[in-house]
């Protein structure tokens, strides 16, 4: 991937991010204690989840999806549960701001970030698989974003 694609992409991540957070409330729902309980909710949740990816990435962590040359693969701490715990973060914590501002621009703002984000994710999956064989084992039992549940075996 090309650096100028990268940085376009992170660009574009915090430009959604800034626009959804400036864009003025609408009234698409009622904004009242419900409302505001589920976004305040969202938003900590969201950001105990980016933190805790960031801080479990240390000094791997980078805002491009490319991977660092002298990084390495974290599979444990959050990233045993999903594998873009900070995107994940990022999601949830915007869908508390979604839910507070009630508009159709905070709608469309949190789908384009999802964009975003998705693509962001599948291109720097598409280099960790080229630089770790284990990825591909990684990937298939944990979720990008949301965790897999998978079943338990049928035992007695």
Request: no cysteine; charged share 15%.
């Given at each position: ?77 959050v990233y045993h549960f999903v594998r873009h715990p900070i995107y994940s973060g ?67």
């Amino acid at each position: 991937m090309k650096q100028s694609t990268a940085w376009a992409l992170v660009g574009s991540q915090f430009g959604l991010l800034a626009g959804l957070i400036v864009l003025p409330s609408g009234d698409l729902w009622s904004r009242g204690a419900v409302a505001g309980a589920i976004s305040i909710t969202a938003v900590a949740l969201g950001i105990a989840i980016g933190v805790a990816g960031g801080l479990g990435l240390g000094a791997t962590l980078t805002p491009l999806p490319i991977p660092k040359d002298d990084g390495e693969l974290v599979t444990n701490g959050v990233y045993h549960f999903v594998r873009h715990p900070i995107y994940s973060g990022l999601l949830l914590a915007t869908a508390g701001i979604v839910v507070w501002g009630a508009s159709l621009g905070h709608l469309i703002g949190w789908v384009a970030l999802w964009g975003v984000l998705m693509a962001k994710s599948v291109l720097e999956e598409k280099m960790l698989h080229e630089r770790y064989p284990e990825y591909q084992n990684y990937a298939s039992i944990t979720g990008r974003l949301v965790p897999k549940f998978r079943r338990q075996g049928r035992g007695g």
